[in-house]
């Protein structure tokens, strides 16, 4: 099997926040490499630092030290604007709040990103979108509004966001965490199904159960990993 290509490199990484001159490492060297195809899951204690590392993988976030490869591109020292069109073509999101519109229809929440893409016409947007809700199974609510959908439902209009743009990257923050069992598992088996469709999946989850169904399991204690394994149910079926 050909080795997988490079998609994420981070090189020593550190992030900081300062206030009345006490400086809390958020981040402390981290180091962490993930290629494309990779199913990962962050987890580790409440203030370990998953959801700022999701966020400067996401490019939402700046960092203090070290080095950001995306894609083979450094993206280390590009200013804001550089960083959203980037993050627009490269990163979908999906959110533990869903982050939905209420006064947008469910196919105007999943157009809206490819809106700014200045590589898309109008009329590419339509059969992105449409392809996008047919692979969650929301084609039937494309008219309806948020308030109209319940939180499985709403979560599922969130992922095809994330994936309508098809890129490189998907970043999920607790996807299942404000969800009852019977839909969390749902959209579990969505990000699987996604992943084995070929997507590269980075998952930020409290949930052992959540992380060990990952590809990866990059555990975070205090700012630093302190433990990149594959999760036991694919060890055997990677051989």
Not at 103 to 128: F, I, M, Q, S, W
Request: aromatic share 6%; proline share 3%.
């Amino acid at each position: 099997m050909a080795q997988q290509q490079t998609l994420i490199e981070l090189d020593g990484v550190r992030k900081s926040f300062f206030t009345e001159d006490v400086e809390t490492r958020a981040l402390d060297d981290i180091d962490l490499v993930i290629r494309r195809g990779e199913y990962v899951s962050l987890s580790g204690p409440s203030g370990c630092g998953k959801s700022t590392l999701l966020s400067i993988l996401g490019l939402l976030d700046v960092w203090n030290g070290g080095r950001y490869l995306l894609a083979g591109q450094d993206v280390s020292g590009i200013d804001r604007a550089e960083r959203a069109r980037i993050r627009n073509r490269e990163i979908g999101f999906v959110f533990q709040s869903f982050n939905l519109i209420s006064d947008l229809t469910v196919e105007e929440n999943v157009a809206l990103p490819l809106t700014y893409r200045a590589d898309l016409g109008k009329a590419d947007v339509a059969p992105l979108v449409a392809q996008a809700l047919e692979k969650v199974e929301m084609s039937h609510r494309a008219r309806h509004y948020p308030s109209q959908l319940s939180g499985g439902q709403q979560q599922r209009v969130a992922v095809a966001r994330a994936v309508a743009g098809k890129p490189s990257l998907i970043l999920a923050d607790e996807p299942t965490g404000n969800l009852d069992s019977r839909n969390a598992e749902t959209v579990t088996e969505l990000l699987e199904t996604l992943h084995r469709e070929g997507s590269t999946i980075c998952m930020v989850t409290h949930n052992p159960e959540s992380a060990a169904r990952a590809f990866r399991r990059v555990e975070l204690f205090d700012g630093r990993v302190v433990a990149d394994t594959l999760a036991p149910a694919r060890t055997l079926a990677a051989v």
